[in-house]
C-alpha cells in the first residue's frame, strides 16, 4: 500500500469556454473548473474569465491555467480574474514573481523532462501529457510513482470510460479532465461532463473503500 494520503473525489474539468459548461460543471459538483490564458481552442483573455466566472465564485475553485506566460500576463490575470490558483508548469512558477496571496499549483509533464522535476516536491501538483488539453495520456507509472509521495492531480488523456482505469494505476489525489468531455474542440458537453464526475466519484469510493479493506487487515 503506499504511504501517500487516502485520495478523495477531487475533480478538475478544465477549459471553460461557453457559460453553460460553467453550469454543467457546477450541477456536476466538482472541487474545481480551470479557465485557460495561453494559446489552446480553450484561451480566454482575463476580462471574459471574470465574467465567464462569476456563477462559480464561492462555489468552486476557480483557477487560472498558463504555460510560459510572461510576468505581465500573469499580473493582469492574478489584478483581474483573482484566481484561487494559478496552475503553470514548474518551471514558470520558479520563475516569475508569484503575485502576493496567489497560492499556486505546479504541473510536471512525462516527457524527457520530468527527469528534472524539483526538489523537494510540491506537497500537491498537477501531473500532465506533454501537451495540455490534447487527450494525449501521460506515464501512469511515472504518475504512481509521484503518487506516493505527494498528492497528485491526474491530468492527460482522461474520459469518463479511462478514469477508473486510471484512478486504480495511479491512486492520485484527485484527477482533471478537458477535451474528454467536450462535444468539439473548446465546446464543453453538460452530458459529458456529468458522467465523467460520476465515473470518477465512484472509481475514488471504491478506492476508498479498498484503503479501509487493506488498514483493517494489515494492522
Known amino acids: 500500500m503506499s504511504g501517500a494520503p487516502l485520495a478523495g473525489a477531487w475533480i478538475k474539468i478544465c477549459g471553460m469556454t461557453t457559460p453553460e459548461a460553467v453550469d454543467a460543471a457546477l450541477a456536476a459538483r466538482v472541487e474545481a473548473i480551470g479557465f485557460v490564458f495561453s494559446p489552446s481552442p480553450r484561451q480566454l483573455t482575463p476580462a471574459a474569465a471574470t465574467r465567464l466566472a462569476a456563477p462559480a465564485r464561492g462555489r468552486t475553485l476557480c483557477i487560472a491555467v498558463t504555460r510560459h506566460p510572461d510576468q505581465a500576463l500573469l499580473d493582469e490575470i492574478a489584478a483581474q480574474f483573482k484566481p484561487d490558483l494559478w496552475q503553470s508548469d514548474w518551471e514558470d512558477i520558479a520563475a516569475l514573481r508569484v503575485p502576493a496571496g496567489l497560492a499556486v499549483l505546479p504541473v510536471l509533464r512525462s516527457s524527457p523532462a520530468f527527469a ?8 500537491r501538483l498537477l501531473f500532465e501529457g506533454p501537451v495540455s488539453g490534447s487527450g494525449r495520456a501521460c506515464d501512469w507509472s511515472s504518475a504512481r510513482e509521484l503518487a506516493r509521495c505527494a498528492n497528485v492531480i491526474l491530468a492527460g488523456g482522461l474520459d469518463a470510460e479511462s478514469v477508473a482505469d486510471a484512478i486504480a494505476a495511479v491512486e492520485p489525489f484527485g ?20 458522467r465523467f464526475a460520476a465515473a470518477a466519484r465512484a ?5 476508498r473503500g479498498a484503503t479501509v479493506w487493506e488498514q483493517e487487515t494489515f494492522k
Not at 528534472?116 to 506537497?123: E, G, Q
Not at 472509481?203 to 478506492?207: D, L, N, Q, S, V
Request: glycine residues 6%.
Open 116 to 123: 528534472t522535476k524539483p526538489s523537494p516536491l510540491p506537497a
Open 203 to 207: 472509481a475514488f469510493a471504491t478506492r
Open 175 to 194: 484527477v482533471d479532465v478537458s477535451s474528454g468531455v467536450e462535444a468539439r474542440p473548446g465546446i464543453k458537453s453538460a452530458e459529458k461532463i456529468m
